[in-house]
């Protein structure tokens, strides 16, 4: 391992107008208010959960590791800020184009796009090689993409198959599955590594990446293809903010406010791990600790939630999940990593199911939001993507100028504090319930 003093604090290297529509369905629109009875979840959004389930796996073996093989290859954190920023930059406006593919046209070929260009995108990194740190702005690219045809898609097609009965259970069945994967998969990854000639070991994990996209590919064919109706407004994000009063206001500021936590913390906890202990497999056991916890946690949560409970719980995770970033202050080792990532594991999930239900409630809350659907997933995307190019680019600012540890632990507090944020402009949506106020929007 190098020893990467030069671009990194030594504190922290290791020392070697109709009525209201509330439940969007395959075939129809009921006008009926949610049930507050929790109900299962339907054959199609079970295959939507497989599909996410594959592409969870193929990114937790290999994407936990792309960042540590630019790493490997030139210890410079501004190759990483550079290569996360020009990820989102690209994700943002694959949304805010890729909306009109989906709206007009066929929004499962979109959802599959997303997935082969992730299977390109690490078919560019096997061939590149060890030279692939020199194409790190156009890998970038190609990762933004990929992640934003796909998720834009998968967004679009959860709504459709989900309600506000069922949304809660989607969401931690997600949660629980994302933590699946990221617990198997980056130990496996993390063990094949290290047990076998390092180049083998990621020339053999980011092949079976590509497979299980194609694996991804191929399942995702059984999914309906889903109809597609009335015209893309491309400036509905724009309309909607200059609109004085509207929740959408409210909720743009909180999604900024969570992607700038996002668009760090996203690929620098797992690089603090492998550079404070310079083996891959320490961060597999990681990887595999963390999300033990939270795929309890989002099981947990997922099925006891309620949406008047959504406030509270949104605030208890929000505090927790800032509160573990405070031992970085004594020192940051693998010790207060794990500490952070299990306060992680346990308390997200009471922040993120509230957070993306009450938004997708939002989206539901009324016939001319639903028939908006894709604008406003698009809206929420580039949102959020504001919010990760922000903490991207305040990472790159800051990291130009000092590496000093008291420096970048504020700056770790200071992004991560904004859960706090987030939850300070949610807090009148979930005591209104979101549907409520998007009735009333709808309405005057």
Known sequence: MHSGTK????????????????????????????????????????????????????????????????WKARQDFLILGWFTLVNHVAMALTFWLAGKWVKEHNKMNCLRAGVAVSALFYMLVLWFGGRAVDYYLLLGVIQGISAGFFWLAFNVVYFEVTDPGNRDRFNGWAGLLGSGAGMVAPWISGYLIVHMKQANGYRLIFTLSLIVFVLGVIVSFFLKKRKSEG????????????????????????????????????????????????????????????????????????????????????????VMIVLVVVPFFWKVNFTTLLIFGVGVGLFF????????????????????????????????????????????????????????????????????????????????????????????????
């Not at 946690?297 to 995770?317: C, Q, T």
Request: hydrophobic share 45%; glycine share 8%; with cysteine.
């Open 7 to 70: 671009d990194f604090p030594q504190k922290w290297v290791r020392s070697t107008e109709k009525r209201p529509s509330w439940n969007y369905r395959d075939k129809h629109t009921s006008s009926s208010p949610p049930s507050k009875k929790k109900e299962p979840l339907t054959s199609q959004s079970r295959l939507l959960l497989t599909v996410q389930g594959l592409c969870a796996v193929a990114n937790a073996l290999s994407g936990t590791f792309v960042n540590v093989y630019l």
């Open 349 to 444: 999930p009471l922040y993120s199911i509230p957070m993306t239900s009450s938004v997708f409630d939002l989206i539901g809350g009324n016939a001319d939001s639903v028939k908006r659907r894709e604008e406003y997933i698009v809206m929420r995307e580039l949102a959020l993507n504001v919010g990760r190019i922000a903490g991207s680019a305040l990472f790159i600012i800051v990291v130009s100028m000092t590496k000093e540890p008291l420096a970048l632990n504020l700056l770790l507090l200071g992004i991560g504090s904004s859960p706090l944020v987030a939850w300070f402009f949610m807090r009148k949506v979930h005591a209104q319930g979101g549907q409520e106020v998007a009735v009333k929007e709808g309405t005057r």
């Open 231 to 318: 015209n893309y407004e491309w400036l509905l994000a724009a309309r909607c903010l200059r609109e004085k009063g509207t929740a959408w206001r409210t909720v743009t500021a909180a999604l900024v406010a969570q992607g700038v936590r996002e668009g760090v913390f996203g690929f620098m906890i797992a690089l603090l791990v492998y550079v404070h202990t310079g083996n891959e497999m320490q961060l597999g056991n990681f990887s595999l600790i963390t999300s033990t916890v939270a795929l309890f946690s989002f099981m947990l949560v997922g099925r006891l939630i309620k949406r008047k409970h959504r406030k509270v719980a949104m605030l208890i995770g929000a």
